[in-house]
Structure formats: structure tokens, C-alpha cells
């Protein structure tokens, strides 16, 4: 008979130590429910190899096979890849619809219609200067509020103009910030490429480095807000990233190549370099801006000159919105052709141009905002909707569950404790044949 | 097997419904203290869109009727003064036919005459008539005086157009032609009502059978043409004024459909608001309970 004495003993400790892997492995899921990235893990327990008997161990002679207990085959982490990669598709969709709903808010404030005051109202207040003036072409003080009015509406459509300028600027500053060289993609590529080499070393000795794989991971979620992803695995435990319409990867292995120039990354860079750079969002706006302030200017001017006065506003061909400024001063503004005072055909054909083209291009505009910005926003919301899916189904996967692990834990803690009891039974069996037996009448 | 529903989905979702049923009840609230819809572009595009050009037609239906009550003053003040210069007209008609009856001796005439003399500078001196510090008899000339009083009898306005918007492209002249009625005196022998009443004057004056015949032939045909004028004038300017009452109303009823349009348009249902915002409330508050209940429960409160 080749089965030891002890054999029990040993079954019984394999046993006690699996158990305790396992609860080691529950504590580690508990200790990180809240970590963000974190896939939960477990011991994957598997019976060890049986005990080879010869023949003649059963009745029928037949030899047989006798179990030795349990042994941890590996620790795994639990967690669907394909998920991964739609959770990162969505995230950069995400990524570039908040950052142009961000952009477009400023964009909109700036506008402030509609209200008291917008320019919309600013250009109801001209209209009815002139008119007022009509009425009493001979009075200074028309004429002089009629100026005023005029200065104040030039002034806030070049404040107008400043103000997308400087919302155009900023969504350049921050892409900059993050895409240059120190900026957030450097870096977070930078870690990438030494998580790379640290996982490929532990692969080439042989432990699955779990915890290591779920920080590349964050890390890869976290770029996919940035711009399109594409993580490809060369199968030496490193990965190899694409990044948005970069010529190079990234990361390839351990060499970070980073800044390279975009084009059309898509995500949150792609929607910063849409409404910044020439001809994107916020320079159509501008231009449009432009278009009305020169149609204004130039439908007054035809009439104020006709009379063969000066003209009312100048600007400067091709930035008409930012130099528009009133040319004449109170006592230069033409009522009428005619040289007597009380003529009011200029003052009143002027007048009349209320609800004229120039008005109906700056509502076109602010329609045109209002409606991108409305579809952005949507477009965000649908977006959050499916990221949140997506993170559900994985954390569904991944995610640590308290009151599974609370279950593990007591299934492991009597499984221990079993363990620990046959350990106890076999060592009485032990003490009665060594300490007891043969010892008759003593 | 279902799906496993972990801590981090559950309090996930508990804050997101949360941060949900918040973001609804600060719209609405938002909507209820400003009380209106549409408070920026993107909150309905298209209803900005309108609400900008009912604004636009409001301001335009605001201005017109300013417009409006100008002129109507304008034409109150011009009204007045034919009115008076057709009183004057009237007395100069008796004088003129008691002055043509030969019983009169020359010191009554002479007395006739210095009155038709006083007359005729009251015509000027009504043709001065203003608005507002304007001259209304000048054409566009309105800070010259028409006729000097005690001078000549020549015109000093001109023939101007002084108009008035009350509608998009529709402008009303409000004044009238007075050189057409008053003329620019004997000096100008245009028949006019200066030149007759200097006429007059001067016939009786005259005492010569043949000004005898003319005070009763043709100074008092002149007069009566140029009083036909007058009235003609007059008629004008009453409907002048009658159009701009006609648009004063008009313009009264844009304006209030008009704010009523804007009203619906841009202006918060208050009703529909707040039944909205009690809803929203009381979601907020079940959200509130069940999500402190549900995140603080755990295994960990049965097990021993």
C-alpha cells in the first residue's frame, strides 16, 4: 500500500491554505470596491492530482485514484474585452460632444438673447432713434440720442465679436493644454509605455499581473475621452495605441511618440479643434457676425449718403463686426436730402429698414446657435445614456459586488474551518495509533 | 441568471437619478421665478427665433403709434389755427359787405379798412401757428416763421413734405400747403387771400366809384373763393387727422395681439409650471427616500 499515513494531513492543509488564498483574494475585492478601474478577481480552485493506487487498492482488484485535496490553478480577473472597446467608442463620443456643448455655452452666453440686452433689442432701440428723429428732425437731443444709441449697438456687436473670439481662443488654449508636449496625452502615454514593460516582465515570469492590467486599462478609458482608440495586442503582454489620425502609434511597446499632429481625432480634441480652428464653428460664427454688421452698416450708409452726406457707420473691409464704429457726429446726421431743417425723408427711409435683412441675418444666427447648441446637448445626453449602459454591463462584469463577496467570505471562512476540523480529526486518529495503541492494561 | 447589480451600479444609479430629478426641478424652477419659457437660444430655437421678430414688429407697432400721436397733435395744432383763420375770414366777409354799401361816408370806411388791415396781419399771425416749437404752415422749413408780422406779405416757408410713419412703408404728409391759401400778397397780384384782403383794404380806401363796384363784385367773389379754399384745406387736414385716429386704433389692436403672441410664445404656462414642479418635487423626494435606503443597506447588517 503506497498511501502514507499523513496523506490526510496533507489533503486537509491543501485545503486550509486554497481557502485561505481565497479569502485573501476576497479581502483584496473589499479593500478596492470603490477603486475606480478595478476588476473584481477570484482563485480558480481546481483538485489537485489524484494519488495514483496501484491494483488491487478496490475489491474488485482494480487499482484506483485517490483525491489529494485542492490547489489554486491561477487568480483571475473577471472582466469582458469587447466591452472595453465599446465602452470606448462611446466614451469618445461622449468626450467630444461635452467638450463642444462646453464650448458652445460660452458662445451662447455671450449672445445674451433673448433679453434686454441683446443686440436684437439694441437694433430695435436704433430703428426707433431715427424714427424719434423723424419726428423731430430740428431737436438736438434727438439727434444726439440717436448717436448714443447708435455707439452703444457698434459697442456690443464689437464686444460680440471679442467675446467669440476669445471662446474660439480658449477651446485652442485647452486643446493645447492637452495635447501638447507635458499636456495630458503626453503623460498619460508616457505611463502606459512603462506599464507596457513593467507587465511584460511579469508575463515573462509567469504571474498575471491583474491589477496592473486594470490601471492600463483606466489609463486607455481615460485617453478614449481624448480621441479615437485603437488598442491592438502584439501578444507579448504589451499593447500597441492608434490614436486619433496620428501617422505613429502612440504607444508602441515602451517608446512614447507624442505631440504628433490631428487632423480629425475625434473625441474631446476633435470637438476643440472644430470650434477652433479656421472656417470650424466659432470662426462661422464670427463670419456671419461679420456679414451682418456689414449689411448694417452699408443699408444705412446707401441711404444717409443719398442726400450727399457723409456716411453713418465705417468699418473695415473684412472685419466689419470688430471696426464697425459711428463716423458722424449729432450734428452730421442727415434727416433729409433737402437742406431744410425739418425734413425727415432720410431719418424716416432709415427708419423704415426695420425688420430688414441685416435683422433677419443676426436672428438667422442666433436660430443657427441656439440650434447647434440644442443638438449638441442632445446629442451629449444620448451619449452619457449609452456610456452609462455600457458601464453598467461592464460593471456588471467587473464590478465588486459587497454582498457576493460577504457570501464568499462565510463560504470560505466554514470551508476553512472544515478544513481545520478534518485536520483535528485526523490528528486523533494519529494520537490513538501513536500514543495509544499497544498499550494494553497500562 | 440575471444580471449581477453591484454596489458602485447601485449608488451609480441612485446619484444619477438624483443629479436627474435636480437638473429637472432647477429648470423648472428657473422657469417659474423668471417666468419666462425661453431663456436662452438653444431652450427652442425656433420660438427664439419668433419671439425675436415679434419683438421686432412689437417695437416697430410702439414706435408708429408715437409716430401717430405726433401727428395727430400735429394736425390738432393745424386744425386750430384754420379754424380760427376761417373765424377771421367770416368777420372780414360782414366788414366787406357793409363796406360795400354806399351809405358808409369815408371816415366809416377808413375804420372797416384799418379793421380788414387788422385782420390780415391775425391770418399771418395763425398761418405762425407751432407744435412743439415747430412751425407748422412751413413745409419743412419749421423753424422759419411763414409770415413776418407787420412786414411783407411774402412766403418764408417752403413747399415741403413734413411726413409720418404709422405702418412698414406707409408714411402720411401731416402738413398743408398755407402759400397755396394765403399766396405771397398784392406784391405777387396771385388772388390769394393776402393780396384780396390787402385788395379790400386798399378799395375801400379808394372811394372811387369804380373800387365802390369792385368791393361789391369781385373783392367779394375773391373772398369767397379763397374761404371755398379754405374749406377744401380744412377738409384736408380733417382727413389727415381722421386716418391717423383710423391707425391709432389699428395700431392699439397689433399691439396687443402681438403681446399676446409673444406672451404665449416666450411667457412660462404658470398653471402647467407648477403642476410640473409639485410632480418633480415629489420625485425628487421618493428618489431622496429610497435611494438613502437602498445605498445603506447590505449583507453586512444580517450576517453575525
Same mark, same amino acid.
Given at each position: 500500500?503506497a498511501?502514507?499515513?499523513?496523506g490526510?494531513?496533507?489533503t486537509?492543509?491543501?485545503g486550509?491554505?486554497?481557502?485561505?488564498r481565497?479569502?485573501?483574494?476576497? !479581502?483584496h475585492n473589499v479593500?478596492?470596491?470603490?477603486?475606480?478601474?478595478f =476588476?473584481r478577481?477570484?482563485a480558480? /480552485? !481546481?483538485? !489537485?492530482?489524484?494519488?495514483?493506487i496501484?491494483?488491487g487498492?478496490?475489491q474488485?482488484g482494480a487499482?484506483?485514484q485517490?483525491?489529494?485535496g485542492?490547489?489554486?490553478l491561477?487568480?483571475?480577473r473577471?472582466?469582458?474585452q469587447?466591452?472595453d472597446?465599446?465602452y470606448?467608442?462611446?466614451?469618445?463620443r /461622449?468626450?467630444g460632444?461635452?467638450?463642444?456643448?462646453r464650448?458652445m455655452?460660452?458662445v451662447e452666453?455671450?449672445?445674451s438673447?433673448?433679453?434686454?440686452?441683446?443686440i436684437a433689442?439694441?437694433?430695435?432701440?436704433f430703428? !426707433?432713434?431715427?424714427e424719434?428723429?423723424?419726428n423731430a428732425p430740428e431737436?438736438p437731443?434727438?439727434?444726439q440720442?440717436?448717436v448714443e444709441k447708435a455707439r452703444?449697438l457698434t459697442t456690443s456687436?464689437a464686444?460680440?465679436d471679442s467675446?467669440l473670439a476669445?471662446a474660439?481662443?480658449?477651446?485652442?488654449?485647452? $486643446?493645447?493644454s492637452?495635447?501638447?508636449?507635458?499636456?495630458?496625452?503626453?503623460?498619460i502615454?508616457?505611463e502606459?509605455?512603462?506599464?507596457?514593460e513593467t507587465i511584460r516582465?511579469?508575463? =515573462?515570469s509567469?504571474?498575471?499581473?491583474?491589477d496592473?492590467y486594470?490601471r492600463?486599462d483606466l489609463?486607455?478609458d481615460?485617453?478614449s475621452?481624448?480621441?479615437q482608440?485603437t488598442?491592438?495586442?502584439?501578444g507579448?503582454?504589451?499593447?500597441?495605441v492608434?490614436?486619433g489620425?496620428?501617422a505613429?502609434p502612440l504607444?508602441e511597446?515602451?517608446?512614447v511618440t507624442?505631440?504628433?499632429?490631428l487632423?480629425e481625432?475625434?473625441?474631446?480634441l476633435?470637438? /476643440?479643434?472644430k470650434?477652433?480652428?479656421?472656417?470650424?464653428?466659432v470662426?462661422?460664427?464670427?463670419a456671419?457676425?461679420?456679414?451682418?454688421?456689414?449689411?448694417?452698416a452699408? =443699408?444705412?450708409?446707401?441711404?444717409?449718403?443719398s442726400g450727399g452726406?457723409?456716411?453713418f457707420?465705417?468699418y473695415v473691409?473684412?472685419a466689419?463686426a470688430?471696426?464697425?464704429?459711428?463716423?458722424?457726429g449729432?450734428?452730421e446726421?442727415e434727416t433729409?436730402a433737402?437742406?431744410p431743417?425739418?425734413?425727415n425723408d432720410i431719418?424716416?427711409?432709415i427708419?423704415?429698414?426695420?425688420?430688414?435683412a441685416a435683422?433677419q441675418? $443676426?436672428?438667422?444666427?442666433v436660430s443657427?446657435?441656439?440650434?447647434?447648441m440644442s443638438e449638441?446637448?442632445?446629442?451629449?445626453e444620448?451619449?452619457?445614456?449609452?456610456v452609462l449602459?455600457?458601464?453598467?454591463?461592464?460593471? =456588471?462584469?467587473?464590478?465588486?459586488?459587497?454582498?457576493?463577496?460577504m457570501?464568499?467570505m462565510?463560504r470560505?471562512?466554514?470551508?476553512?474551518?472544515a478544513?481545520?476540523r478534518?485536520?483535528?480529526?485526523?490528528?486523533?486518529?494519529?494520537?490513538? /495509533?501513536?500514543n495509544r495503541?499497544?498499550r494494553?492494561?497500562? | 441568471m440575471?444580471a449581477?447589480?453591484?454596489?458602485t451600479?447601485?449608488?451609480?444609479?441612485?446619484?444619477r437619478d438624483l443629479?436627474n430629478?435636480?437638473?429637472?426641478?432647477s429648470?423648472?424652477?428657473r422657469?417659474?421665478?423668471s417666468?419666462?419659457?425661453?431663456?436662452?437660444p438653444?431652450?427652442?430655437?425656433?420660438?427664439?427665433?419668433r419671439?425675436m421678430r415679434?419683438?421686432?414688429?412689437?417695437e416697430?407697432?410702439?414706435q408708429y403709434?408715437r409716430?401717430?400721436?405726433?401727428g395727430?397733435g400735429?394736425?390738432t395744432?393745424?386744425?386750430a389755427?384754420?379754424?380760427?383763420? *376761417?373765424d377771421?375770414?367770416?368777420?372780414?366777409?360782414e366788414?366787406?359787405?357793409a363796406?360795400?354799401?354806399?351809405?358808409?361816408?369815408p371816415?366809416?370806411?377808413?375804420a372797416?379798412?384799418?379793421?380788414i388791415?387788422?385782420?390780415t396781419?391775425?391770418?399771418?399771425q395763425?398761418?405762425n401757428?407751432t407744435?412743439g416749437?415747430?412751425?407748422?404752415?412751413?413745409?419743412?422749413?419749421?423753424? *422759419?416763421?411763414?409770415?413776418?408780422i407787420?412786414g411783407a406779405?411774402t412766403?418764408?416757408g417752403?413747399?415741403?413734405t413734413?411726413?409720418?410713419a404709422?405702418g412698414a412703408g406707409?408714411?402720411v404728409?401731416?402738413?398743408?400747403?398755407?402759400?397755396?391759401l394765403l399766396g405771397?400778397?398784392?406784391?405777387?397780384?396771385?388772388?390769394?387771400?393776402?393780396?384780396?384782403?390787402?385788395?379790400i383794404?386798399?378799395n375801400l380806401?379808394?372811394g372811387t366809384?369804380?373800387d365802390?363796384e369792385?368791393?361789391r363784385n369781385?373783392?367779394?367773389s375773391?373772398?369767397d373763393s379763397? +374761404?371755398d379754399?379754405?374749406?377744401?384745406?380744412?377738409?384736408?387736414v380733417g382727413s389727415?387727422?381722421n386716418r391717423?385716429?383710423?391707425?391709432?386704433?389699428?395700431?392699439d389692436?397689433?399691439?396687443?395681439?402681438?403681446?399676446? +403672441?409673444l406672451?404665449k410664445?416666450e411667457?412660462?404656462?404658470?398653471?402647467?409650471?407648477l403642476v410640473n414642479?409639485?410632480?418633480?418635487?415629489?420625485a425628487?423626494e421618493s428618489?431622496?427616500h429610497s435611494?438613502?435606503?437602498?445605498?445603506?443597506?447590505? +449583507?453586512?447588517?444580517f450576517?453575525?
Open positions: 500500500m498511501v502514507s499515513t499523513f490526510g494531513l496533507q486537509a492543509l491543501r486550509l491554505l486554497a481557502q485561505q481565497s479569502l485573501d483574494v476576497t !479581502s479593500a478596492n470596491a470603490s477603486t475606480p478601474g =476588476s478577481q477570484e480558480v /480552485l !481546481s483538485a !489537485s492530482a489524484a494519488l495514483k496501484p491494483a487498492a478496490v474488485s487499482g484506483a485517490l483525491g489529494t485542492v490547489d489554486v491561477a487568480y483571475r473577471l472582466r469582458d469587447f466591452l472597446v465599446q470606448r467608442g462611446q466614451a469618445m /461622449l468626450g460632444l461635452a467638450a463642444q456643448v464650448g455655452e460660452t452666453v455671450a449672445f438673447e433673448p433679453g434686454e440686452n441683446g433689442n439694441q437694433l430695435q432701440e430703428w !426707433s432713434g431715427w424719434s428723429l423723424a431737436n437731443a434727438a439727434r440720442a440717436l452703444g456687436i464686444a460680440l467675446q476669445t474660439g481662443e480658449e477651446a485652442a488654449a485647452e $486643446y493645447a492637452i495635447a501638447g508636449a507635458g499636456g495630458e496625452v503626453g503623460q502615454a508616457g502606459i509605455a512603462k506599464l507596457n516582465s511579469s508575463l =515573462s509567469g504571474a498575471a499581473p491583474n496592473l486594470d492600463r489609463l486607455l481615460q485617453l475621452e481624448m480621441a482608440v488598442v491592438t495586442d502584439p507579448d503582454g504589451t499593447v500597441e492608434g490614436f489620425d496620428a505613429a504607444v511597446g515602451t517608446t507624442w505631440p504628433q499632429t487632423t481625432p475625434g473625441g474631446k476633435g470637438a /476643440l479643434l470650434l477652433s480652428e479656421p472656417g470650424g464653428t470662426a462661422s460664427y464670427r456671419a457676425l461679420d456679414s451682418f454688421a456689414k449689411e448694417l452699408d =443699408s444705412v450708409n446707401a441711404i444717409h449718403t452726406g457723409p456716411p457707420f465705417s473691409a473684412g466689419a470688430s471696426t464697425l464704429t459711428v463716423a458722424v449729432a450734428a446726421v433729409s433737402e437742406a431743417v425739418g425734413g431719418a424716416l427711409a427708419g423704415a429698414l426695420r425688420g430688414s435683422e441675418m $443676426y436672428s438667422s444666427l443657427r446657435v441656439g440650434t447647434d449638441a446637448r442632445r446629442g451629449e444620448n451619449a452619457q445614456s449609452l449602459a455600457v458601464q453598467e454591463r461592464r460593471e =456588471s462584469t467587473s464590478g465588486v459586488s459587497l454582498d457576493e463577496e457570501t464568499n462565510v470560505f471562512q466554514r470551508a476553512y474551518q478544513s481545520a478534518a485536520m483535528t480529526s485526523f490528528d486523533e486518529a494519529l494520537d490513538v /495509533l501513536i495503541t499497544g494494553v492494561g497500562l | 440575471s449581477r447589480i453591484t454596489n451600479m447601485l449608488s451609480r444609479t441612485v446619484l443629479n430629478a435636480d437638473f429637472r426641478l429648470n423648472t424652477q422657469k417659474l421665478s417666468g419666462k419659457q425661453l431663456t436662452r438653444s431652450d427652442d430655437p425656433f420660438a427664439v427665433g419671439a415679434l419683438r421686432s414688429d412689437l416697430g407697432i410702439r403709434k409716430n401717430v400721436d405726433d395727430s400735429w394736425a395744432a393745424t386744425e389755427a384754420l379754424s380760427r383763420i *376761417t377771421v375770414l367770416q368777420r372780414a366777409r366788414l366787406l359787405v363796406g360795400g354799401n354806399d351809405s358808409n361816408g371816415v366809416a370806411r377808413e372797416i379798412a384799418t379793421e388791415e387788422e385782420l396781419e391775425s391770418v399771418k395763425e398761418a401757428a407744435y416749437g415747430r412751425y407748422v404752415f412751413s413745409g419743412t422749413a419749421t423753424e *422759419t416763421a411763414p409770415y413776418a407787420g406779405d412766403y418764408a417752403n413747399a415741403g413734413v411726413a409720418r404709422i406707409v408714411s404728409p401731416i402738413n398743408v400747403d398755407v402759400h397755396a405771397d400778397g398784392q406784391g405777387a397780384a396771385d388772388n390769394k387771400l393776402l393780396d384780396t384782403m390787402r385788395d383794404a386798399e380806401r379808394g366809384p369804380a365802390a369792385a368791393l369781385t373783392d367779394l375773391r373772398l379763397n +374761404l379754399e379754405l374749406t377744401r384745406v380744412r377738409a384736408v389727415t387727422s391717423l385716429q383710423t391707425a391709432g386704433r389699428r395700431l389692436e397689433l399691439e396687443e395681439s402681438s403681446l399676446d +403672441l406672451s410664445t411667457d412660462v404656462d404658470m398653471a402647467e409650471a414642479y409639485s410632480t418633480q418635487k415629489s425628487y428618489a431622496l435611494g438613502a435606503d437602498i445605498v445603506q443597506m447590505s +449583507l453586512l447588517d450576517l453575525r
